[in-house]
């Protein structure tokens, strides 16, 4: 059974940082790109992350160079490194695998507010 669990979430204010973390399990997590989404209620889930099997990253314009995706396959785990957040940042982050479509874990919520 493929399971996502994240962590890591929190309030914070405007400038601070915050790193997530992805644990997944039930499929071969070293040999699967993986990505971070957002969802904020009411709008569609958005993609801030992308990383290879590889390691090659991708990022929308957003979130570019305040974002930072990284993995450690002995792990497991992915990570997503937030610095500068900002109030357009607050939502619901999610970790997700285009080679497990049907499988999403609980999210970890991100506030951002002064």
């Known amino acids: 059974q493929v399971q996502f669990v994240e962590s890591g979430g929190g309030s914070v204010q405007p400038g601070d940082s915050l790193r997530l973390s992805c644990t997944a399990s039930g499929f071969t997590f070293s040999s699967s790109p993986m990505t971070w989404y957002r969802e904020i209620p009411g709008k569609k889930r958005e993609r801030v992350a992308f990383?290879?099997?590889?390691?090659?990253?991708l990022y929308p314009s957003s979130v570019r160079g305040r974002f930072t995706i990284s993995r450690d396959n002995a792990g497991n785990t992915l990570y997503l490194q937030m610095n500068d957040l900002k109030p357009d940042d607050t939502a619901r982050y999610y970790c997700?695998?285009?080679?497990?479509?049907?499988?999403w874990g609980r999210g970890t919520q991100v506030t951002v507010s002064s």
């Open positions: 990383i290879s099997e590889g390691g090659l990253t």
């Open positions: 997700f695998a285009p080679s497990q479509p049907n499988s």
